[in-house]
Structure formats: structure tokens, C-alpha cells
């Protein structure tokens, strides 16, 4: 009870902390600080909707980075047909993301813990293997955007600025959106299936329906990552969907604490300021990389946000 | 008339038959004793009668429907509810967090995803009323999984109640409770008789020969003697097989 006000001013001091950055950016005389922001903050987006399968619904799936790239691809196929509106991006990702998630998810449910993570990882190559083979779009080497989705007709996102708040705007309202979800009827349906699924039939009800309906949630708002990906890279290969990316939003997940929402977007931009700051020390900062995981997993089962609250 | 006709239920693991075309009827508003040895069938007998555990064949009709291939989400859903032996609970939860679900599940879409569900005031009175009627109101804040041995027990009977259920199948709710808890889940399962009908799997004899308005004796998958406590206790084949093995003891 007493955690939820500290999390709420934890949320309103990180997303004001985001807010103000570009302003720090100017001062600072660094564009390159907006630009990495708004990767960290596209994966944010996508460790937040990945944290509410994995935290919350205990569903560890292994092939995540497949809705980022079916995001992306949805930008890079409608943008060649001429589509460029940022909303028609969106709906066509998630519809694509949505039944991606259902199919793949109605398969990958009937299994449970190493099986369950084996079999998101196989639909997230198959995904990865197909663009590899669309050749129309690239084939390996994927394709490179000629311009960002324009909002209402308005080239406004190519502004790095502009596109790094429309992210944010993105990412609190997802943020939001989560929180209310793990705290609805629906949320306790999650979480009680995780906690005991032989329990939750015996009150009656069926953890099947509930935990593909949150596959689903979490596909179409990873994919909503991706198209705002797509935009700040202008540039769109399969890369995207590789299982390697997978891994680093588990890893993501799992350095702000599993199952604390606000702790995957924190987790996803420790990971990649690390991996910008440690790759200027060392080609070989991978090694350094995952010894700090190592640390933070040993003495902090809650990631870093269970250092905080040991803090405390 | 009978709540609850069971016919010829199998099930079998391998060559062992656990269930061997075991005929039980159960009357609305009574409360059923099984009872039998170790290794008679009981709990498996209760997870087939619950769905949890598939049949290998047999009629179980529940209200003159029959809720064989129905798994056990959709039996609960129309009143049949079980407790577990061995407790199974949600332990990352409150207790009243735990029982509030029961309540949710046979109130209305759980398909709800904005509105927080700790705020549900009919949710969280219904499950607080549960918790007090086995006893345990005082605990409805902590977490189910630092309650006492004996205090899960209770919430256990309390989650299945929430159900609303009009057939209960108890497995050994006493199992490790003390004497105050037993006690405590005793009384409460004479308030329910007329209410619920009651299915009770129990190895308290004392509690059993009190509570039951019938008694059924199941031995290696079959029920060989059904009647009053009375006439059980005094049945020569159950003295036989069962009650006067622990006599003997």
C-alpha cells in the first residue's frame, strides 16, 4: 500500500527527468544526446510491454524483438506505398503485431517455462527469417527510410526534438496504460495465474484466455516501439526481429527489476546509457556489461529498483 | 433427489485402477462423508469429480447435467467447488486479495482493464465476510503466503466458499490444523450443512461421525458401503476393511 505513492513520484520524477533532457541537449550544445534518448525511450516503450507478460503474467518470451520488427516493417512497406501518416503506421503495426501475437501465442501457451521461451524464440527467427528473404525490401540488408511518418500531413517528426517528444508522449501513455492494466480485474487474473494457475481454475476461471489476451497487449505495444524505432533510425533490416535483440529486452527487463513497470523503463535506459558509455571505454565492454548484470541480479532480485528500496 | 450421480467412474494410471467403476449419489443439501484408507482413491476420486483430473470413463452428473470433457473452471462456474489437500492458495496476495478473486470470478467480466480492482468495495465486502466466517478477518491484510499452517487452511475453506458453490468438495480440510483451527473449520462446516451440499474427505474420524449425515467407505477405487454413521460404524465388511485395521493398530 505504502509503495504506490513512492512509485508514483518515482514515475514523475523520471518522465520530467526525460522531459527536460532536450532542453539540457541545448544547453549542452549535444544533438547526439536526443538522438540516443529516443532510442532509449522506443525501448523503453518495448521493455515496458515486454515486463507485462514477463513480471506480471510470468511468461518469458524469448522472441519480442519480432513485434519491434514488425513495427518497423509496417513504416518501411506503407511509407513505400506512399502511405506516410504516422497513425495509419501505427494501426497497421498493431493489427499485423496483434495477429502475429494471437497465432504465435495460442501456440506458445500450451507450453509452459523453458518450452514457452523455446517456442517464442522459434516464431521470432521464423518472423526474422522471412524478412531475411524479402527481397523487395531489402532482403539482409533491409532498407533505408526516405523520410520519416508525417502527423496530419506535417513533416514535423523529421525534427529530432520532435520526434523524441512524440515518443515520450508514447511512452507515458503506455506507461499508464500498464499500470491500470496490472491493477484492473484483468491485472489480478495476470498476476493470480502466475502466482498459481490450478488455483485460478478452481475459482473458475481459465489462465489461457487471460494470459494470450496479455500476449497480445504486449505484442501490439511492442510493435508501437518499433514504428517509432523505425523513425528514429531511418532504417529498417531484419536485424530488427534477431533473437540477439530479444535477449537485450529480457535483460532490460530484468535490470529494472522484473515485474516493476517503471523498473523496465529504467532498466532499458541504464542498459543502453551503459552500452554507450562503456563501448567509449572498451571494445570490449560486452565483459564489462554483463558482470554489472551478474552483480545487479546477484545482490538485487528486484534489479535496480530493489536497490532503491533497499535504500530506503 | 440427488445433487450429485456419479456411475461408473474410471480412471486408471498404468495398470493401478485408482478409480474402479465407483457408483456415489449424493443428496441435495447433505453432507457426505468419504472415507477409506490410504491409497483408497480419495483425492483422486475429488479431482476427477472437479474436472482438474480427466476420467477414463463414467457419467458424473452435477444437477441432472453432465459435466464429463467440462474442465474445472467451467464446473466451478456452474456450483461445484473444491478445496485442496494440500493448500493452494495465491501466496504473492493478500487473503482477502485471494478470496476477492473467487468473488470476481462469478461476478461479472474480468475482461475489465482500466479500473483498479483493489477499489471494488462489493468484491472486497464479499471476501471479508468469507474471511470472518472461518475466522481468519484479522488476517485479511497480510499476505497469504505468511499466514500460519492453520490460518491457510482456513483461507482455503474461505477461497472455496467465496465461490458460492451449492456442491463443495473438501479434501481433508482439517490436515494439519490444531485443535482451536479444527475446531474453528468444524463449527463452520455445520453452519454450511443445509446451505451446501458438502462432499468431505477426512481422516478425523470424530469430526466425520459428527458432521456426516451419511458416510461412504471407498477401498482400492470403490465405494463398498454407503448409510448412516451409524449403520457404517457397525458394518461388519467396513469394520473389516477399514475401522478395525486402526482398532487393531
Known sequence: ?312 | MNLLEVRNLRKSYGALKVTDDLDLSVEEGELHAIIGPNGAGKSTLIAQLSGQATSDGGSVRFDGTEMMGRPMHRRVRVGMSRSFQITSILPGFTALENVASAVQARSGSSFRFFSPVAEERDLNDQALAALDRVGIADRAFFNAGSLSHGEKRQLELAIALATRPRLLLLDEPLAGTSGAEADRLIQVMRGLKGDVTLVLIEHDMDAVFALADRVSVLVYGRIIATGTPDRIRDDPQVRAAYLGEEEGT
Open chain 1, 1 to 312: 500500500m505504502r509503495l504506490i505513492p513512492t512509485r508514483a513520484w518515482a514515475a514523475t520524477i523520471l518522465f520530467t527527468a526525460f522531459a527536460v533532457l532536450p532542453f539540457l541537449a541545448v544547453a549542452l550544445d549535444d544533438s547526439y544526446l536526443v538522438v540516443i534518448a529516443s532510442r532509449i525511450l522506443c525501448y523503453a516503450i518495448a521493455a515496458l510491454a515486454l515486463d507485462l507478460i514477463l513480471g506480471y503474467g510470468g511468461m518469458v518470451s524469448f522472441g519480442h524483438a519480432a513485434y519491434l520488427g514488425i513495427g518497423a516493417y509496417a513504416v518501411a512497406i506503407l511509407s513505400r506505398a506512399g502511405i506516410t501518416d504516422l497513425g495509419l503506421h501505427m494501426l497497421a503495426a498493431i493489427a499485423a503485431a496483434a495477429v502475429f501475437a494471437l497465432v504465435t501465442g495460442a501456440i506458445s501457451l500450451r507450453t509452459r517455462g523453458i518450452y514457452f521461451i523455446m517456442i517464442t524464440l522459434a516464431f521470432a527467427q521464423m518472423a526474422y527469417f522471412f524478412f531475411v528473404s524479402l527481397s523487395a525490401y531489402g532482403g539482409d540488408d533491409g532498407v533505408t527510410l526516405n523520410a520519416r511518418s508525417t502527423l496530419f500531413g506535417q513533416t514535423i517528426l523529421e525534427d529530432d526534438t520532435a520526434l523524441y517528444y512524440a515518443v515520450l508522449v508514447l511512452l507515458i501513455g503506455l506507461y499508464l496504460l500498464a499500470v491500470a492494466i496490472t491493477r484492473s480485474r484483468f491485472g489480478r487474473v495476470l498476476t493470480g495465474a502466475r502466482e498459481n494457475p490450478v488455483r485460478m481454475q478452481a475459482i473458475g476461471f481459465s489462465p489461457f484466455r487471460y494470459q494470450l489476451t496479455a500476449f497480445v497487449i504486449s505484442g501490439c505495444m511492442t510493435a508501437i516501439a518499433g514504428v517509432m524505432l523505425a523513425n528514429q533510425t531511418s532504417y529498417v533490416s531484419p536485424a530488427f526481429m534477431n533473437w540477439h535483440r530479444s535477449g537485450e529486452l529480457v535483460v532490460m527487463v530484468v535490470f529494472g527489476g522484473i515485474g516493476n513497470l517503471l523498473g523496465a523503463v529504467a532498466g532499458a535506459t541504464i542498459a543502453l546509457l551503459l552500452e554507450e558509455w562503456l563501448a567509449v571505454l572498451t571494445k570490449h565492454w560486452p565483459l564489462l556489461f554483463g558482470l554489472i548484470l551478474v552483480l545487479v541480479v546477484l545482490y538485487s532480485r528486484d534489479g535496480l529498483s530493489g536497490l532503491f528500496r533497499r535504500r530506503r
